[in-house]
């Protein structure tokens, strides 16, 4: 394997998939999360032959990120594809929440995630040559009530995602957002969502979002929205009045809604 790929929020999840893949395709990883369980995903991933480096580090902090870079570094070889997938999710309304617990959303979603890619994104531009895919979301279409910080998180990643591709055409560099729906991991529990009816649904699989996703960063594609069903909702958001959308969410992330 001649190719290395850094995945971040890869412990479990739409990560942990992004990374699996990448070993079926090749790639030797350096795998990151703030949780010890950084260490059992990386062993699982070695079963495939690969190359497998884990790195626990608070992605929300500038210490964590630099940790993660100069691992990147020690490792002497450059980073082919950079999957900023890191994020949080954060229910309930934003006036009952601790203003601790949306600040970490913000610095995981969008401060941390940013500097990495400012990091990695300028090697790649010196040598000319890198993948990045950002794992947005179809959230980013919508105002998320009782759920704001989250989707106004994944708005400006679908944003900078594009304005950060056009930047960047000209030195060899492609950037692609991902963006999911509703994917059976773990986030909603952490998010404490649980007793919401988007929490209680049924939903997508994280391999083959994470398959989708890689697969569009190898094509150089723009953006993937994966499954018809978010495609649809999309559409439909780019036509809808604001204040009808966040009502719509709010049918769907409202505390309590899992059992109307």
Known sequence: MDHLAVVTGASTGIGFELARYATEKGYDLIIAADEPEIESAAERLKSSGADVHAVQADL??????????????ACGRPVDALCANAGRGLGKAFLDQDPEAWRKVIDINITGTLDLIWRVGRDMRDRREGR????????G???GAFQAV????????DSFAFALRNEVKDDNITVTCLMPGATETEFFDRAEMGDTKIGASKKDDPAEVAKQGFEAMLKGEGD???GWQNKLQTAIANITPSAMLAERHRQQAQPGTAHH
């Not at 989250?150 to 400006?156: C, E, G, L, M, T």
């Open 60 to 73: 929300s902090t500038k210490e964590g990120v630099s940790k993660l870079y100069d691992a990147i570094k």
């Open 132 to 139: 990045i895919l950002i794992t947005g979301s179809i959230a």
């Open 141 to 143: 279409f919508i105002p």
């Open 150 to 157: 989250y989707n106004a998180s994944k708005a400006f990643l």
């Open 224 to 226: 993937v929205v994966t």
